[in-house]
């Protein structure tokens, strides 16, 4: 159809396609009139996921600066699950809250084309660009609730500290400009490899800062300040979309670049970088134990889980690169299913994502309170469920990296984490029902949604060999 | 019949069986009753599966039997591999003979939500079963962590005042030996990986690394040790690791304190024998001596403890702690005898304690008060339960003639072979434990009926009968025909104690003094003993 040197942006395309034409689906409807936008999402989701898979085991370019090979692409099909998940989802919550259909959806869809740019592209001016597209996207549906105070507020502080972290990327991009003379990863990689660095000091810098933005997109302490009023102030459906989908594609460039462009500098920033995901694993736990809200508790849950795939990239051997793809895999579907049942859980009048809230809710809704636990003990990694292979893959790789210090903390942040996990669950389940919170409705499509993820999650959890395998081939060929 | 897979129905059966009442509509309660009876029904069908497995294992091979094993990760070398031998034989016999007796005993007294009560039950049957038949370390580290799933929400949902508490208390201190155990788990597949090459989690493969590399060093070893051992510790419950275990016995429901002290204890002693010890011979000779001390004080603390206990199921609870404490100093002394006790008394104490619980929770189905002050002259009014309740404490306390005494004695015998001082300390703790358990005994049975409330007290209902009877009548038969039990796990203990004292025969060789030609006898090194040489085995 197209030229080939096109192949590797088709599923970025047809992302970009679904967007535009929801968008345009919004602008041209007759009012009152019902279209349904979610369709349009899924239909172009559906053929990304398609074209990823075609391309598999391809290794294709595009005009020199994006990559579509296997770890890429692994990283497309985990956004499209949570792309796919994401539209399903909404489509309760978006008539419920009376969110302008055609921009949330379209929006979100032009995102998901962020991302996956990001996780695709071999340039870091295209990653900048992909970045900045993610961003604007995200600080959108951050605030796409107008009349909410906590909505503006969120997206504010997001797009200010976002803004920010972004130039702060920019500059890191530049200097490694003036040191190598390329944006290139490969390029960057080779001149570096080349050159003996320990003494040029604009190195570190370049590294520095690249290493700011990218800990600042996946939350990394001490730059995720802005993660917990962010994804408390965002309605929940979208906290669930960006605690997933913009760490996914973010784990997936900031791997790129730090494994294979700045990876002869490796013995630089692997102290660094061990000690922000100590401190990350460490803080996210040990604050979310606070936390009486859900969202937030849940905010600062993702933030101890960034931590967990930052051990992945210290580790940086083959485990640890495919242990980073296998639990984005697994924190995006159970992540996700969790906001998502808080989002369902929420009226029109009141969002009942207070603990208390909660209360009782195994004896008025035995299938939601199920299935809420069966996705909270996964991101506690409990066996069998995905969390705890997720986890476990991690810890073998930080453990035969010789990282046993990381392995431990690793374990014992888990063990802590399984407190405020259950904390929600012994609201549902031992608590009397206050009659505070608001009667949520469940549609049967978001429980039967909910349902999928369950078995997703206990599908990762037991029968982990084909996915593992996957994550295991997607990394043979760019590192 | 070696292509039934009995080994995987065993673990899977009950589990099936509670993802088939998640599909039961139980909105109003009215299945109440049928749920009860299919819970019960597929408990017996795996007690009877149980016993088949025992009527057809053989008694005379020490290698594990009716072994399963297929590939599951096979990148990581992981296998869903479990196989059965003469210790985990009794084990398994123990949780399925206690499982369907836990049920029938709830039958009245948990009235709520019967439906959930139920799944959780045979989802932790499950689980119990699958730590003692993995022969594979991810599937028992799995097993071993999903089996608190369940056990949390029993305490937590069903228990009394302090539940939620006593809950999440058990399931912290749980997972906190347990991530660590889990981070060696790891190490040792890949130590193994450094040595052969692939991956594995094989329990019988990762038996042959050698500790004597420079990356596989004895400090590593006695690392590795300690990981599995405290993870262990923690659930026997070895003292000073037992803080949980009053808390989670005290809230939980009488179902839920049979299984919890009937099998999930022995979970710990369990992985002493078959993990700790055995995969980590050198480094677990260096701690024995450890282990034993913190096992004797456990023993005299719990007594003590229990001595003064106002509260029924307190005192029960803390005397678990100074049972099992029994059960680490016999595995310690790491010889026949002692190790023999060990396995016998982790099913004497499953039996007696179990039944102990029992009979504690039907007094207080009928009075709501674990306090033994209301109590008192009980023996008037409700003579049936109060037999029993004579049984189960004797059982309890070790009279020759009942289980307890078997496992106690050759405990004892095994430790006085090993050091004499642990063997005397210990056997102090036998007079204590006749001391607190005889002293209960007399407060809640004998004397005058003080209490009005105690005086219309029924006696034991046919259902009640059904539960406690079969617990006596084991308690007498393992106390008359120990040989029963004895005979099938000797070969496999008999393999433990070899495989240890190879490891210790060289060291001891080296260490001590070349006078000892008793040396591959005797498993301690680097201490001449205090007292003479008993005749080989």
């Known amino acids: ?59 294709t370019t595009s005009f020199g600066v994006v990559s579509a090979d296997n770890f890429g692409l692994f990283i497309v099909l985990v956004l499209v699950v949570i792309g796919l998940l994401t539209m399903a989802f909404s489509s309760q919550v978006v008539s419920r809250d009376h969110l302008p259909g055609g921009e949330y959806y379209g929006v979100t869809l032009l995102g998901l084309s962020g991302m996956m740019l990001m996780a695709t592209a071999s340039d870091l001016l295209v990653i900048f660009l992909a970045l900045e597209v993610l961003s604007l996207s995200v600080y959108v549906l951050t605030a796409i609730r107008r009349d909410s105070e906590a909505s503006t507020e969120g997206g504010f502080k997001y797009f200010l500290l976002g803004g920010f972290s972004s130039a702060v990327f920019l500059y890191g991009i530049a200097f490694t400009y003036g040191i190598t003379g390329s944006t290139r990863l490969q390029r960057v990689g080779e001149v570096l490899a080349a050159q003996s660095m320990s003494e040029n000091v604009l190195a570190y810098v370049a590294l520095g800062l690249l290493l700011v933005g990218f800990a600042f997109k ?24 960006m605690s997933t989908a913009v760490k996914a594609a973010a784990f997936g460039a900031f791997a790129r670049v730090f494994l294979s462009a700045f990876e002869p500098l490796r013995d630089d920033w692997t102290p660094v970088l061990w000690a922000i995901a100590a401190a990350t694993m460490i803080f996210g736990t040990i604050v979310a134990v606070l936390q009486s809200n859900m969202k937030r508790m849940l905010a600062y849950s993702s933030i101890a889980h960034a931590g967990y795939m930052l051990v992945g990239i210290v580790a940086a051997n083959d485990l640890g690169k495919a242990g980073i793809l296998y639990y984005l895999l697994a924190y995006g579907v159970t992540n996700l299913a969790a906001f998502a049942t808080i989002a369902l859980l929420g009226t029109r009048e009141r969002a009942n994502d207070d603990l208390r809230d909660v209360s009782g809710l195994a004896t008025t809704h035995p299938a939601v309170a199920a299935l809420m636990t069966v996705f909270l003990l996964s991101l506690g990694g409990m066996p069998p469920t995905a969390g705890f292979v997720a986890k476990w893959y991690i810890f073998s790789a930080a453990v035969s990296g010789g990282y046993y210090w990381l392995a431990i903390i690793g374990v014992l942040t888990s063990v802590v984490a399984i407190f405020f996990y259950l904390r929600i669950v012994v609201m549902m389940y031992m ?42 081939a997607s990394i043979t060929t760019i590192f | 019949m070696n292509s039934f897979p009995i080994l995987s129905f065993l673990i899977f059966l009950p589990v099936a069986g509670s993802i088939l009442l998640l599909f039961v509509d139980n909105r109003d309660e009215r299945r109440d009753a049928s749920i009860r009876v299919l819970t019960l029904v597929v408990s017996l069908v795996v007690l009877a599966l149980a016993i088949l497995l025992w009527a057809r294992f053989d008694p005379t091979s020490a ?90 929400f029993l305490i937590g949902i069903w228990g009394y005042e302090r539940r939620v508490y006593a809950a999440i208390k058990f399931i912290l201190f749980t997972m906190a030996g347990g991530v660590l155990m889990l981070v060696a788990i790891i190490t040792l597949a890949w130590l193994y990986s450094a040595q052969y090459g692939v991956y594995s989690f094989d329990l019988l493969k990762l038996q042959t690394l050698s500790f004597n590399t420079p990356t596989a060093t004895r400090t590593v070893e006695g690392l590795l040790f300690l990981a599995f051992t405290i993870a262990f510790a923690i659930k026997v419950p070895l003292f000073p690791f037992h803080t949980w275990l009053p808390d989670a016995h005290v809230e939980a429901p009488t179902a839920g304190s049979v299984i919890l002290a009937g099998v999930l204890l022995k979970m710990g002693t369990y992985g002493l024998v078959r993990f700790s010890f055995p995969l980590f011979p050198h480094a677990a000779i260096t701690f024995a001596p450890y ?67 029992l009979i504690v929770g039907m007094l207080m189905d009928r009075r709501h008060t674990r306090l033994i002050a209301e109590f008192g002259g009980l023996k008037a009014v409700v003579p049936g339960l109060v037999a029993v309740f004579l049984v189960i404490t004797l059982s309890s306390i070790g009279l020759p003639g009942l289980n307890g005494f078997v496992g106690e004695f050759l405990i004892l015998l095994g430790t006085f072979r090993w050091r004499m001082e642990y063997g005397f300390i210990a056997a102090l703790g036998v007079i204590l434990s006749a001391v607190y358990m005889l002293w209960m005994f007399q407060r809640v049975n004998y004397g005058a009926v003080l209490n009005e409330k105690n005086r219309n007290l029924p006696d034991l209902s046919v259902r009640e009968r059904w539960v406690i009877w079969p617990t006596v009548a084991m308690a007498i038969f393992m106390g008359l025909a120990p040989k029963f039990f004895l005979v099938p796990m000797e070969r496999s203990v008999e393999r433990v104690v070899q495989r240890l004292q190879s490891a210790a025969g060289p060291t001891t060789v080296r260490l001590e003094s070349p006078t000892s030609t008793a040396g591959a006898q005797r498993v301690a090194p680097r201490r001449v003993r205090t007292f003479g040489p008993g005749p080989g085995k």
């Not at chain 1, 929801?22 to 349009?40: D, F, Q, S, T």
């Not at chain 2, 001390?293 to 029960?316: C, N, R």
Request: aromatic share 12%.
């Open chain 1, 1 to 59: 159809m197209l030229s080939p040197s096109f192949n590797a942006i088709v599923p970025i395309m047809c992302v970009v396609a679904a967007g535009i034409a929801a968008l345009l689906a919004e602008a041209l409807r007759e009012p009152g009139e019902r279209v349904p936008i979610a369709g349009l999402g899924v239909i172009g989701l559906v053929a990304a996921g398609i074209s990823a898979a075609w391309l598999w085991d391809r290794h």
């Open chain 1, 218 to 241: 996946v939350s990394a302490v001490p730059f995720h300040m802005w993660t917990p009023d962010a994804y408390q102030g965002a309605p929940t459906i979208v906290t669930a979309f």
């Open chain 1, 431 to 472: 608590a009397e029902p206050t009659g505070e919170a608001a009667v949520p409705r469940f549609s049967r499509f978001g429980i039967a949604t909910l349902g999928v993820a369950m078995i997703a999650v206990f599908y990762l959890g037991i029968l982990p060999t084909r996915v593992l395998n996957l994550a295991a």
């Open chain 2, 63 to 152: 290698e594990y039997q009716f072994t399963e094993r297929h590939p599951w990760i096979p990148a990581f070398g992981i296998d869903y591999s479990v196989g059965v031998d003469g210790i985990s034989l009794l084990l398994v016999e123990l949780t399925a003979f206690l499982t369907p007796i836990a049920l029938l005993s709830s039958w009245e007294s948990v009235r709520k939500r019967v439906k959930a009560f139920s799944i959780f039950m045979l989802a932790l049957e499950s689980a119990m079963i699958g730590v003692f038949l993995s022969l594979d370390l991810f599937l028992f580290y799995i097993f071993w962590d999903a089996m608190l799933i369940p056990m949390y």
């Open chain 2, 291 to 357: 282990l034993a001390t913190l096992a004797v004080i456990g023993i005299v603390y719990g007594a003590l403890v229990s001595m003064v206990q106002p509260d029924l199921k307190k005192l029960v609870a803390y005397s678990s702690v100074s049972h099992l404490g029994f059960v680490v100093l016999g595995i310690a002394a790491m010889n026949m005898q002692g190790v023999q006790g060990a396995v016998y008394q982790m099913l004497n104490h499953g039996v007696s304690t179990g039944a102990l619980f």
